[in-house]
């Protein structure tokens, strides 16, 4: 039902910014609770970030709070994830991923039903 393109990963150096991008079809995209998470070889996924369906929420975890921001242009059916002050450790394929089912954003992903197939961002020490 609902198909989610990520693009704009690459390769930074560390200090660096990128601009990811997650194009939705399918579906209603402003009734979903968008998120990124990231995952690195040989680890478990990790939340990265979330936004509500209006834009106006957005959560973090402690370790991209202050770097990394979420924002959505629900006339453009896009999700974006800004990162600045890039680190090695944030080395990882991103994915991004929609939540039909709630309302408030969170963190777990087992509420988030579709999924992109990723884009790498690696950052070079």
């Known amino acids: 039902q609902v198909q989610l393109v990520e693009s704009g990963g690459g390769l930074v150096q560390a200090g660096g910014s990128l601009r990811l991008s997650c194009a939705a079809s399918?579906?209603?995209?402003?009734?979903?609770?968008m998120g990124w998470f990231r995952q690195a070889p040989g680890k478990e996924r990790e939340f990265v970030a979330a936004?509500?369906?209006?834009?106006?929420?957005?959560y973090y975890p402690n370790s991209v709070k202050g770097r990394f921001t979420i924002s959505r242009d629900n006339a453009k059916n896009t999700v974006y994830l800004q990162m600045n002050s890039l680190k090695p450790e944030d080395t990882a394929v991103y994915y991004c991923?929609?939540?039909?089912?709630?309302?408030?954003?969170?963190?777990?992903?087992?509420?988030?039903?579709?999924w992109g197939q990723g884009t790498q961002v690696t950052v070079s020490s």
């Open positions: 991923a929609a939540d039909v089912s709630n309302t408030l954003t969170g963190s777990d992903s087992a509420r988030y039903t579709y």
């Open positions: 399918g579906g209603t995209f402003s009734n979903y609770v």
């Open positions: 936004i509500s369906r209006s834009g106006r929420s957005t």
